[in-house]
């Protein structure tokens, strides 16, 4: 009877189950691991998509720097028309819009009726220098003059763009801001107000900044616009932490092969 009683003892105390605080316990540790996890791999995911767009944007500018640094040294002084934002050597044309221009459809080049951020557009006569001209189209259409090719695809926009000339010396200075493209993906050139509250230069706002230096009235003292990634929301500058959005900003001094006459 008593080894019975030992034995039906024994029997209880394997089948005993887990108590609803053990159970509790383990549920709470793994859903700990399991964040830690889900965590590190957004954040491992995030890295390499920031690295990815911003390796994307660095190819692209400095392929465009490339470029145009080796036809300034092997061609003729080039033609500057910022209003019509071209430069014009002999026989290659470089013709841009930034992301502000083809937003709202004012862009001043277009190929076959549709606008692009840079094209480059190689001549077979020597008359390139045509197209910087007053009264040159804004339309560039298939020819057998020359080859035009985008030179920037859908990936990667210009934010701002700046081409200056010196008469006395011959260089060529460009300034340039590629960032990734798309509303949600852009960079803003933005700054604090007197009040306090964040505000972005576009248009012609952002023309003179990028171009003669000139900054808004109401900015902050001690402060000067900066690029930053985030969004616009009531009229005001967040910024924000977007995977997506990558920009690179360069300034250059090229070398001509002589002096505008």
Do not use: H
């Not at 159970?23 to 399991?34: D, H, K, P, Q, Y």
């Not at 006569?125 to 001209?133: A, T, V």
């Amino acid at each position: 009877m008593k080894k019975m009683l030992m034995q039906n003892s024994y029997q209880a105390r394997e089948e005993r189950g887990f108590t609803l605080i053990e159970v509790t316990l383990s549920m709470g540790f793994i859903a700990f691991i399991i964040t830690i996890l889900a965590t590190t791999t957004v954040n491992i995911v995030r890295t390499y998509t920031k690295g990815m767009w911003m390796s994307q944007v660095n190819s692209a500018g400095q392929q465009i720097i490339a470029d145009l640094g080796t036809t300034a040294r092997y061609n003729s002084a080039p033609d500057v028309n910022n209003e019509k934002q071209r430069i014009c050597f002999d026989n290659i044309v470089y013709a841009w819009n930034t992301a502000d221009d083809i937003k709202d459809r004012s862009g001043k080049n277009q190929y076959n009726g549709a606008q692009y951020s840079l094209l480059r557009i190689e001549f077979n006569d020597g008359k390139g220098k045509n197209l910087c001209r007053s009264n040159s189209s804004n339309n560039i259409n298939n020819s057998s003059d020359y080859t035009v090719s985008i030179a920037m695809g859908r990936g990667v926009q210009i934010m701002a763009i700046s081409v200056k000339q010196s008469t006395l010396r011959p260089l060529l200075e460009l300034k340039l801001t590629a960032s990734t493209n798309g509303d949600n993906n852009r960079p803003y050139l933005s700054y604090t107000g007197r009040d306090g509250s964040m505000q972005t230069l576009t248009g012609s706002g952002l023309r003179s900044y990028y171009n003669d230096g000139i900054a808004p009235s109401n900015i902050k003292d001690g402060e000067k616009p900066t690029w930053r990634c985030g969004d616009i929301i009531d009229g005001t500058f967040t910024p924000s932490d977007n995977q997506y959005c990558a920009f690179a900003s360069y300034d250059v001094i090229m070398y001509e092969r002589s002096i505008k006459q």
